[in-house]
Structure formats: C-alpha cells, structure tokens
C-alpha cells in the first residue's frame, strides 16, 4: 500500500512568531521569538537579529545547543528575536535598505531618499514599539540587549552604536557595509563610548578581494579592521575576526559560533 503523507507547514521547535505593522515606519514585520532558559529576576536579555528571516532560524539551533545546555553548565537565559518581513522572501531587499540606512544627506535626490534613510524610524519600531510587545509576553531586561546583523543589518548596528550606543549593550556585526554612501556612518563616530559595550566585527577572507567592479572601492575587510582599531581607541571592548574561505553570503554563518559563544560569556548565571 503507497504512503499518503501529510505534508505540513515545518515549525521551529519552541520559537513563535507573530506580525506587527509599525508606527514609525509604516511597514509590517514579521517577528519571529523563543525565550531559552529560566527567566532572570531582571528580566531575558534579548538578541535581536536583523534579517530574521534569514538567520533566526540557524541562530536559534545554535544558542539552543550552547546557551542552554546541563552538559556543559551552560545557562545563559535570553530572548532571542528574528525581525524579518511578511513577503515571503528570504531578504527583503528594498525594505532592509530603507531600514537600515543611515539618514542621507540633505541633498541627496528624492528617488534615494525613497530607497534609503530611514534608521532612525526602525530605531523608534524598536524602542517604543517592539520591546513593548516583548515585554508584555516575556518581561525583558532592556539595559542587556544585543544586535546581530550583516552587511546593511550591520550598517544599521554601526549607526546605533555611534548615535545610541546604549540601546544595545552587545554588537555582533558582519560584514558591514562600511563603503554605503562614501562611508557616511563615519559622520556619526563618537569621540567616545560608554563603558560595558562590548563590539565584535567580522567578515570572510573573499571579501577582501574585488571579484566584481562595483566592489574596487567597497574594502569591506580593510575598512571593517581600520573600524575596529578605531573603536578600541576609544576604549571600546572590540574584536575583529577574519573568517577564512568565507565570501560575503556565508560570512554571517561562520561568525555564528563566536558569537553564541561570546553571549554565553556575556549572560552565563
């Protein structure tokens, strides 16, 4: 007798998602959860990840095995939280680059400013909107977020960090798109930070070669080391890792390790 399977829609295990349509930027996210761990009296640290749908998923297997684990005494209790977007895909492109782009400048053309700019509502989305939902279901330590993002994702966690370092307490970018407008974010670099901030950059060995002409002037792995040197000038707590054989698409998969890892050390009670 033939099989009759019953194919379903495939879930994570312990993760939930909902949709939310923001305020500030008008757009509909999808938002996808898991809580991990005994909740702390401050409340779950929390993990972002930008591109949720891209990475939530990879990210959650991981901090599932290394956070949470009676073998090793891991207990690093935390939230972790993919935003992405409802159009099915992957990456949205057209809606992470509004997102998380810097503010252009006063001039730049009006068919950009359609494309481009918008960081500072998805900030407010996040601020004012997003961490309220999560913490009316999961009660969340505010003062002990984090940011995982690569490429613009990145780009974004680098304009947080220089006009609102406090909004995240832990950076974990790969990749970032440091060249995005003749490397405007540098218009933002503090002359200082506060204490506690800890910052691990990343990108892939291929990155820094210019296989494409669009990428001569890009120096994504240069421009990311020259970054973190600045950064621990000013007494920040950085770390650059060059991941060799990886290109700019899987640069942000070999950084998951590390930077699972580095979470542990950071929430471990």
């Known amino acids: ?36 761990g005994e909740r702390p009296a401050d409340g779950y640290p929390v993990l972002y990840i930008l591109d949720g749908d891209a990475f939530f998923p990879a990210i959650l297997n991981m901090a599932q095995s290394l956070l949470i684990n009676p073998i090793t005494k891991s207990h690093a209790a935390c939230l972790i939280v993919g935003i992405g977007y409802t159009g099915g895909n992957i990456r949205d492109l057209s809606q992470r680059a509004l997102d998380y782009t810097p503010p252009l400048p006063d001039n730049a053309p009006e068919s950009e400013r359609k494309q481009y700019g918008q960081a500072d509502r998805f900030s407010r989305f996040i601020d004012d909107e997003l961490s309220a939902l999560l913490n009316s279901k999961y009660r969340i330590d505010t003062q002990n ?12 966690g680098l304009y947080s960090l220089f006009t609102h370092p406090e909004r995240f307490r832990h950076y974990l970018l790969v990749s970032p798109s440091i060249w995005w407008q003749d490397r405007r974010v540098l218009d933002w670099l503090p002359d200082a930070l506060p204490q506690g901030i800890g910052i691990r950059l990343g990108a892939g060995e291929h990155e820094g070669r210019n296989n494409r002409p669009d990428q001569t002037s890009r120096g994504m792995v240069a421009q990311a080391k020259i970054l973190a040197g600045t950064l621990h000038h000013l007494g920040a707590d950085v770390r650059f890792t060059l991941y060799p054989n990886a290109n700019h698409g899987n640069a942000p998969f070999y950084s998951l390790t590390d930077c699972i890892e580095y979470l542990r050390s950071a929430w471990q009670r």
Not at 2 to 19: D, F, V, Y
Not at 145 to 156: C, D, I, K, T
Request: proline share 4%; glycine share 6%; net charge positive.
């Open 1 to 36: 007798m033939p099989i009759r399977p019953n194919w379903q829609t495939a879930t994570l295990l312990q993760a939930e998602e909902t949709s939310v349509t923001s305020a500030h930027t008008g757009r509909t996210y999808r938002i996808q959860a898991a809580a991990l």
């Open 145 to 156: 977020q984090a940011v995982f993002g690569h490429s613009f994702g990145a780009l974004y």
